[in-house]
């Protein structure tokens, strides 16, 4: 369908087979490597195949096509292969969610969850028939007051905000639209120390009295002692994962697999150790998976942990199964290092840092408590403190004249030269 040809000067151009007019189009690309000539023929052919039998060119042309220089591009369409670029595809905002979103089959169902909940607050706000090219920068802008409006945390509002942000920049690689109206706007991941909370070992533990039974106890435990992530890391924790002869488990993380960090290591430490044998050895014979309850998409874990809380006596803290991994993450950092923590809860020490590690009452407490609450150290304070007042008595301006008002005279009693050292006697007499 197409070939390559190296002219004289070493300027390469590709040949396409005759049209209708028996002529063989060129597209000339100037002097560039054989390799480079190849792909750039390997696209040509996917444009060719695409004109002839009316099917849409792969998605890895698309995006080759929204890339190339103007001269080339033009060079493209002259010889028939794609439209003017005038006539791109005009879209609504629904019809382009819809398209963006079915297109993306290379991310998980989790992700594609997190999709559909933007491409909602986005209709909402700017509705269906809204045309994508009419959304400006303030358009944007205004999408995100909604946000705000509607009582949503800074991060939530950032996380959807950098969603639409990647829905539109998708349509600005594909030619739908010019610009990104969300281009300008801090996506970034925030952390708001406001809404962390420290779960005490005293009331973790009215929580797993107040638990029905095993599973919910087991599962608050692997959150709050394991610092796993709910539910991702536990629906896929099954008992040939367990390894009471080392104490140790193992945690399969779908969040981090992308990463190359498909499973992490992690020790059966003392307080989970309980919750983990009751459960080994209430399960049934054959029974693979560690938690056993209907975990689906459709089950709310997050309502039914927060009656079990209330029913310990306590309220339902914020963030609450992240809190519960934080909490874990720095009572771990007081006694290990860094690299070791991060390896077992499955983060980074910048995103520990950032999003995990609280400073609690307890390092208040610590601060202050040597020297002045250790009864060794007090004592040397206090001596000190003492002996300071005493010198301070001694040096007050009317101590030193009463003094020198009753000094005795000094009388001499006489000075005795020393001779020089290295002759005999040094001592006087």
């Known amino acids: 369908m197409a070939s390559i040809v190296t002219e004289k000067d070493g300027r390469r151009l590709i040949q396409l087979s005759p049209n209708e007019n028996r002529k063989r ?18 696209h040509i052919e996917n444009l060719v195949r695409a004109s002839s039998t009316s099917v849409a060119i792969s998605q890895a042309t698309a995006d080759w096509l929204a890339n190339l220089p103007d001269a080339l591009r033009d060079r493209i369409e002259t010889a028939g292969l794609i439209g003017p670029r ?18 993306r ?32 920068a303030g358009c944007a802008e205004d999408f995100r007051i909604r946000l705000k409006a509607d009582g949503l945390a800074e991060g939530t509002i950032r996380r959807r905000c950098k969603r639409a942000k990647q829905f539109f920049m998708a349509a600005v690689k594909r030619k739908i639209i010019d610009q990104n109206p969300f281009a300008d706007m801090k996506c970034g991941n925030s952390s708001n120390p406001e809404r962390y909370y420290f779960i005490r070992p005293e009331d973790m533990q009215k929580v797993l009295d107040a638990c029905p039974d095993v599973q919910w106890r087991l599962l608050f435990a692997l959150a709050r002692y394991g610092g796993l992530r709910m539910p991702s890391e536990l629906l896929p924790l099954k008992w040939a994962d367990v390894d009471f002869a080392t104490m140790r488990f193992v945690v399969h993380s779908p ?18 150790y309980p919750m983990l044998l009751e459960a080994f050895e209430e399960a049934e014979a054959g029974q693979e998976n560690v938690i056993t309850m209907n ?18 006596g306590l309220e339902p803290w914020p963030k609450l199964f992240q809190n519960l991994r934080s909490t874990r993450e720095t009572e771990l950092a007081e006694e290990y290092p860094v690299q070791v923590v991060c390896e077992w809860i499955g983060n980074s020490p910048a995103v520990a840092a950032k999003h995990y590690l609280q400073v609690t009452d307890d390092h208040y407490k610590k601060a202050v408590q040597n020297p002045v609450h250790d009864p060794v150290q007090t ?23 009463g003094w020198l008002k009753n000094a005795s005279p000094c009388k001499s009693k006489g000075l005795h030269s020393m001779t020089p050292r290295g002759l005999e006697p040094r001592l006087p007499g």
């Open 25 to 42: 189009p060129k597209i000339r690309l100037g002097k560039v490597s054989k390799r480079e000539a190849e792909a750039f023929r390997g």
């Open 105 to 136: 089959t290379d991310v998980k169902a989790s992700t594609i969850i997190n999709y559909e909940q933007v491409e909602r607050d986005l209709i909402r706000h700017f509705g269906q028939d809204r045309m994508l090219e009419s959304i400006t």
């Open 255 to 272: 969040k981090t697999a992308h990463q190359g960090k498909a499973f992490r290591t992690v020790p059966i430490f003392p307080q989970l």
């Open 379 to 401: 004592a040397h304070v206090d001596g000190r403190q003492e002996m300071a007042a005493k010198r301070a008595k001694c040096v007050s301006g009317r101590n030193v004249k």
């Open 86 to 103: 005038d006539q791109r595809e005009s879209l609504t905002l629904a019809e382009w969610l819809r398209k963006y979103i079915a297109g």
């Open 295 to 312: 975990l689906s998409r459709g089950t709310n874990l997050r309502t039914q942990a927060c009656r079990i809380i209330r029913r310990a």
